[in-house]
């Protein structure tokens, strides 16, 4: 029996009462966070080599009104594990300019605790945090979706005036039956992602309209007096708008990498490195970037589709459902070889999105013919691993 780590979001309005404890929990957990990230910081190869790093008892008795605090013990915990984590991801990355663990701000959209010693038991419709902190109601239509049996810790979380409880349980989730589908994927630009079987995917006209959202209030934004209220109002619609726009993203992500794994039981792909992918234009003799503004846009394209997203979630959920997923080289030129020849086009321009093979004279459509190329290739690294 293999157990998955599975989350439930479920919104909730919390009492007037209960909201003021809840930002009080939430300002516990950045000061418990930031107190590590200040001794963190006083790191000197000279004076201080190894920082003493305060536990949740040192805290408590050094801030007597942290012991009177409504947010459980537990979640202090929590916040110096969620810093050991964001500072191994520091060194781990290597990169010391990036990455590192910053100082937690009351201004955040994002305001969280979480507890990892859960209530196992629901009174009707309601959830019992803690003594302090009360319960929370939840809708009939966001019922559990699993055993309360299986939970294994909650996360209140407040997003631009938005609460939310997030429940992760337990599952033992079973593989699916076998389906019949084997498939390539060609990540793009132009469309989300092309099929091997010909099919072309991308976002709904919807994405683009919240995309338009978020770059009007950001215009909007600019025109503020940084501080003011004004700017401050402004810049929570901005972050709702940006919120609005992640979510659907989100979504529909999930919906598309459900409907694929159902549906095939072999998925190729080509290992993309959208960092790489995403550099700015190189500099020519002159120091001028040649191509700027058309590598920015197709940054921005990229960044846009999520395309680490969508491959992260397909590689989860074959892995859970018994399905194969393989990445080809990303330097094998599926676009460049024609599907039925094999011949290699070395003068392929992304410009062009059809073009004729100069060996078999096939008319080859490129996303179509790079779909299927990867499909074979993925097929045959698949074998040889058998």
Not at 204 to 209: F, I, K, S, T, V
């Amino acid at each position: 029996m293999t157990m998955r780590k599975v989350a439930q979001r479920i919104p909730f309005t919390p009492s007037r009462t209960q909201a003021a404890l809840l930002e009080r929990c939430f300002g516990d957990r950045r000061f418990a966070y930031n107190q590590q990230v200040e001794a963190f910081n006083a790191y000197d190869k000279e004076t201080n080599p190894n920082p003493e790093y305060p536990n949740v008892s040192g805290m408590k008795n050094a801030n007597g009104w942290l012991r009177d605090s409504p947010i459980p013990s537990n979640a202090l915990s929590n916040a110096i594990m969620d810093f050991r984590k964001a500072r191994s991801a520091y060194f781990r990355k290597a990169q010391y300019g990036k990455h590192r663990p910053r100082f937690a701000s009351r201004n955040d959209s994002i305001q969280s605790f979480r507890n990892a010693m859960p209530i196992r038991r629901m009174d009707g419709n309601r959830y019992p945090l803690s003594r302090k902190l009360g319960s929370v109601r939840i809708r009939k239509r966001d019922r559990l979706r699993y055993p309360i049996e299986n939970l294994s810790s909650w996360t209140v979380k407040r997003e631009n005036r938005t609460y939310c409880l997030v429940l992760l349980f337990d599952v033992d989730i079973q593989p699916k039956t076998r389906a019949e589908g084997r498939i390539g994927i060609d990540l793009g630009v132009k469309d989300l992602l092309t099929l091997s079987t010909g099919e072309k995917i991308d976002y709904p006209n919807r994405l683009r309209r919240l995309e338009e959202d978020v770059k009007r209030e950001q215009r909007k934004l600019s025109r503020r007096t940084k501080g003011s209220n004004n700017y401050r109002r402004q810049r929570a619609i901005v972050a709702k708008a940006y919120a609005r726009l992640r979510h659907y993203r989100d979504d529909f992500q999930h919906q598309l990498s459900r409907r694929l794994i159902e549906e095939n039981q072999f998925i190729g792909m080509e290992t993309l490195m959208a960092r790489n992918m995403t550099r700015k234009a190189k500099k020519n003799a002159e120091g001028i970037r040649s191509g700027q503004s058309r590598k920015r846009a197709m940054n921005r394209s990229i960044l846009r589709d999520g395309w680490s997203g969508l491959v992260d979630k397909l590689s989860y959920k074959a892995e859970w459902y018994g399905r194969i997923l393989v990445q080809v080289d990303r330097f094998y030129p599926s676009s460049k070889l024609c599907h039925d020849c094999g011949h290699k086009y070395e003068g392929l321009r992304l410009s062009e999105r059809e073009w004729t093979c100069g060996n078999c004279h096939s008319r080859h459509d490129r996303d179509v013919n790079a779909a299927l190329n990867i499909r074979d290739e993925a097929l045959r690294l698949s074998r040889e691993e058998a």
